[in-house]
């Protein structure tokens, strides 16, 4: 089993930037986070494999920058030009497999 442990959220101002760190326990196949505002389903924003391909959601691309340090397992998001609409729950996933695992997220609240 893979432990998640996420930070570095908190409230910024529009155009601010943000980056957010999850450290995982184990060694993982693909990692990435996705985000969940009130009254919305969760979705992806970006991920990256352990051969560093990455995959961004339409809405973040040329802001957001995800990042992996296979040494330390640990996957990063640098949220740049940040916008009141990203604001949300962001939750780290690692893919090992068959298996899906979830950090217990971290809030990110940008105010205009």
């Known amino acids: 089993q893979v432990q998640l442990v996420e930070s570095g959220g908190g409230s910024v101002q529009a155009g601010g930037s943000l980056r957010l760190s999850c450290a995982a326990s184990g060694m993982t196949f693909r990692m990435g986070w996705y985000r969940q505002a009130p009254g919305m389903q969760r979705e992806l924003v970006a991920m990256?494999?352990?051969?560093?391909?990455?995959n961004y959601a339409d809405s973040v691309k040329g802001r957001f920058t995800i990042s992996k340090d296979n040494n330390k397992n640990t996957v990063y998001l640098q949220m740049n030009s940040l916008k009141p609409e990203d604001t949300a729950v962001y939750y780290c996933n690692a893919n090992l497999g068959a298996f899906d695992y979830w950090g217990q997220g971290t809030q990110v609240t940008v105010s205009s």
């Open positions: 990256i494999t352990s051969g560093r391909s990455t």
